[in-house]
């Protein structure tokens, strides 16, 4: 058999030997999974992070947290308001009326998430594949109070993730069109009880 060694011709240490090599060459293939598995986890990590906006001033996120109403009836909009949390699907943990304090939270989806090292490690080794459970939550708080002949209300949210590793983090919303969102649907929900529609 011309260019050809039949494994028996080796002998034993060099069966080993080949062994060795094959082995060696199949955890290169491992390593070049995981190196590609982390490159891809920290390119999804910039990616988001470019998306980001860029920060807003503590007023800036104050006025677009808080709108005023032509009326000095609280009451109303606290009862309005709690019905449009309620039908986002807000759970109340808080209410103080003499105070126009109102917290509520909410679930949100759970994710898969890895950090480069853990997503390396798992691709290296090939046996699981590559996610952490995360939980997140919004948390708001709403104030209503009287301002004059007039009310002033404001929603502050925040949003919370926990990893299955213990890990934490909070985060401020101030995307403009969660604020909006609110305020559109309390507009619409006083114009409703003021017309009784």
């Known amino acids: 058999m011309k260019g050809r060694w039949p494994i028996s011709a080796l002998g034993p240490a060099g069966f080993m030997s080949l062994l060795g090599v094959t082995l060696l060459l199949g955890g290169c293939g491992n390593v070049v999974s995981g190196t590609m598995a982390a490159m891809r986890a920290d390119s999804e990590r910039s990616e988001e992070e470019s998306k980001k906006k860029p920060e807003l001033t503590q007023l800036q996120i104050r006025e677009m947290q808080t709108r005023e109403y032509e009326t000095d009836d609280t009451k109303q909009i606290q009862r309005v308001a709690l019905a ?23 679930n949100l989806h759970e994710k898969q998430v890895d950090d480069a090292s853990t997503a390396f490690f798992k691709g290296f080794l090939g046996f699981w594949s590559i996610s952490t459970e995360e939980w997140s939550n919004i948390e708001t708080t709403l104030t209503v109070n009287p301002f004059g002949s007039r009310t002033r209300v ?9 990893g299955s590793d213990g890990s934490s983090n909070y985060e401020a919303i101030t995307e403009p069109e969660f604020y909006q969102d609110f305020f559109t649907k309390l507009e619409k929900g006083l114009f409703i009880e003021r017309e009784q529609i």
């Open 154 to 162: 404001r929603l502050s949210a925040r949003l919370t993730a926990a």
């Open 84 to 106: 449009v949390l309620q039908d986002d699907g807000f759970v109340v943990a808080n209410a103080n009326t003499e105070l126009g304090l109102l917290s509520a939270s909410k």
